[in-house]
């Protein structure tokens, strides 16, 4: 039996309640409870978390650098999805 | 306290300071129930944690793998930062000026209240996760029991330990499960190690008058209560772990009245040397 | 993760945007393509600060059962277990250039790696945990501050965790010396002993001086480093003198005189003899240290191999289960 390979996980962590989660760091453990119980005890030792994800890092899909521009820039000339883009009359604070 | 494990007792040698002491346990136990039994509860409870904390700093930096040497860090933590909430109750209970460091650093292995099982030695790591994990069972029980309990400050104390300890109940179960239903070599080192510290366990379900004069003053526990429960959770992981309970086993006692094992004097060596080579000195 | 794959005539255009990132001042990410040597030097140097951790444990876990305090006993538990943590977060950051964190950490074990040469020196009295704490955290934080803004994404990130972190370290470490300066004679004696031994050894923290350190040209132009390792020694000499007047230690430099013309304290000839001997792996502790991170290893490798075959055990259950 291999010694050692335990297998790679990325954690995430929630701050606080309704907050995102964030990558918080990788680790090793042999599966989806003990790379729990490991993330608590090495990324929420300081209170740092009110919740934990645990993912093994084989199932996360990251885009390439070469698709930078095709996937990134076309989001850059789209000012109307910012409500910067839209003109409201003088004086009307609803916006 | 009432009754004196035979043979073992009489062994030489058992703890530092214990011929100097010549006390025999009655009348430790006489010198406990003229006392304040709140104390004595509080020496029981934060001797176990201080101890066990101890045992398990000795590992930090040594554990298997990396992950595991941050939780067992992190468990020992939890366990010295109990103590030094209990002791620090006790001194002001008892009312003689010792706070936690005083009571931790400056009494001797026989004025230690803490159950032979905590100061057994960490072995390999088969026997450190079994004797974390027959002390987690019994732990969660008995802090639940007096988280309840009408006396605030003991309350209080007891409660915030609690979630604690019920944390470290899952990760120290958890390593008997993967240890005894990992490999042969797991399989067989967990039962060994179950089979050398059973012994030790019927100790911390032994009510004696310290228990019946505490529940008198607002922090009663019910041990038999707590061993039956205790049965059924450690059968439940031991099963499911397919590990044999052991049978048969002659009981040791004599922790709660200072009678320890030889293994405690050493402990206390180390751990005290420095702050009794200065004494009065701050840190 | 495997290594981008380098097509020889794409090279020069690679390595063109490649510098014109670095130049830019932004950071490379695990994905990016990266000229072979750029992560050879990172793998290196990050491999190194990780086993620095793991190893620095020792000197410090040597202190903890006999720490005279309870307080003090929480406070060292939790700054070697800090320790452990950094050490596991820098490997998982190495882990993104491609390499397996065991395979780096048998680099530890088997003695081809390096780590910092400060802890192979014995810690000999408790102020030793309070003079490690100031005078080897200061010099890592020194250190580490920098690091924080390297090219590298990984790194940085980790870094910054771990800058974050260790402010607790210096300071307790400090808290420690002033307690034993205002203390008994025999505590500060202690603590003046533990000065003695440390100071030399932690300005050696910084590696060698500018003129013989190969690696830093190129890892300075490629922003991984950011300061000169006698740029750093100096910033922690000037931080630290200060601090040492404050609770009237002396510092065991008689060199050691304030520059008026260039604001920064000089200091004597460092015993670089000294310094090259331990990294070859003849200082007072190396064996004993690489013995004791191999016993760890090995005692815990039917540990591991029982978690491994647990989870497939179970894994295997749950698909009978579910067929």
Redesign the interface.
Known sequence: ??????P?WEVFTQGAQGEPFEHA???????A??AL??A???YA??GEAVNLWVVPSTAIT?S??SDAGPFFDPGNDKAYRHPQFYKVPRGVKVF | MTAKAAGHDDEPGIAAGEAAAGTRPVAGARRAALGDPLVELLFRLGDDRLILGHRLSELTGHGPILEEDIATANMALDLIGQAASMLKLAGELEGKGRDEDALAYFRDAVQFRNCLLVEQPNGDFAQTMARQFLFDAYSVLLLDELSRASHAGIAAVAAKSLKEAKYHLRHSSEWVLRLGDGTDESHARMQRAIGALWRFTGELFVADEVEAAAAAKGAAVDLSGVQARWDTMVDDVLARATLRRPTDTAMQRGGRSGRHTEHLGHLLATMQIVARSHPGATW | MEPTPNAPADETALNAAFEAKIAAGDSIEPKDWMPERYRKQLTRMMSQHAHSEIVGMLPEGNWITRAPSLRRKMSLIAKVQDEAGHGLYIYCGTETLGVDRFDLYNQLLDGSAKYSSIFNYPTLSWADMGVIGWLVDGAAIVNQTVLAKTSYGPYARAMVRICKEENFHKRQGYEICATLAAGTPAQREMLQDAVNRFWWPALMMFGPSDKDSPNSAELLRWRVKRKTNDELRQRFVNLTVPQAQAIGITLPDPDLRYNEATKNWDFGEIDWAEFFEVIKGNGPCNKERLAARNKAHDDGRWVREAATAYAEKQAKKRQTEAA
């Open positions: 039996m291999s010694d050692s390979h335990w790679l760091g990788s680790l090793h453990a042999t599966d409870e003990h119980q490991n608590r005890d090495v030792r300081r990251a390439a650098p």
